[in-house]
């Protein structure tokens, strides 16, 4: 975590030169609305997934066994809740980047909303460790998530692929 501003920085001035104007204004964007909602799932993985998922595991323990825990396995439970929740929150981010690209748009995406609640609950059994209860707490967000995408993604729609007069590769790119 120390080391992402640093490897971020690399990543962009070796990407940058190769970019279109337009394409250069929508990076400032996404990449702080991706790590703002990277760390906001991990927050609401830490203050509202994990005590709710950790009170029902150790509750539903049989009448006179204590749960004693180790280290390693709940760094690992807790890591893993983390790490699925701070990805599953960048799905209003790759929404808007698959409308702007224009692989979909947000109608087709609002016809498949059945689909994608499915997807959810798949996705969130996928990533979170093997309960009910954090695969729910973590497919409602994810959808709730992909209506937010789909909303942001209207203003997005098809522009990626655009090319107007203005959009040439920078200076940087043209120099030997």
Not at 71 to 94: K, Q, R
């Amino acid at each position: 975590i120390a080391s992402a501003p640093v490897i971020l920085y690399q990543v962009w001035a070796f990407v940058a030169p190769a970019l279109y104007k337009h394409e250069r204004k929508l990076v400032i964007p996404l990449l702080v609305s991706s790590s703002l909602l990277f760390y906001i799932g991990m927050a609401f993985a830490y203050f509202v997934v994990f005590p709710l998922a950790f009170g029902f595991l150790s509750h539903t323990a049989p009448e006179g066994v204590q749960v004693s825990t180790d280290i390693a396995s709940y760094l690992s439970f807790v890591m893993a809740l983390f790490m699925a929740f701070g990805v599953a929150f960048e799905v209003p981010v790759a929404i808007v980047l698959l409308c702007w690209v224009g692989v979909t748009t947000p109608d087709d995406l609002r016809k498949k909303r059945p689909y994608i609640l499915v997807g959810a609950f798949v996705v969130g059994m996928l990533l979170t460790p093997p309960d009910v209860f954090s695969q729910t707490l973590l497919a409602i967000p994810m959808y709730c998530l992909f209506e937010v995408g789909v909303f942001f993604a209207r203003f997005y729609v098809g522009k990626g692929r655009t090319r107007d007069e203005e959009d040439e590769p920078s200076e940087e790119t043209t120099k030997e």
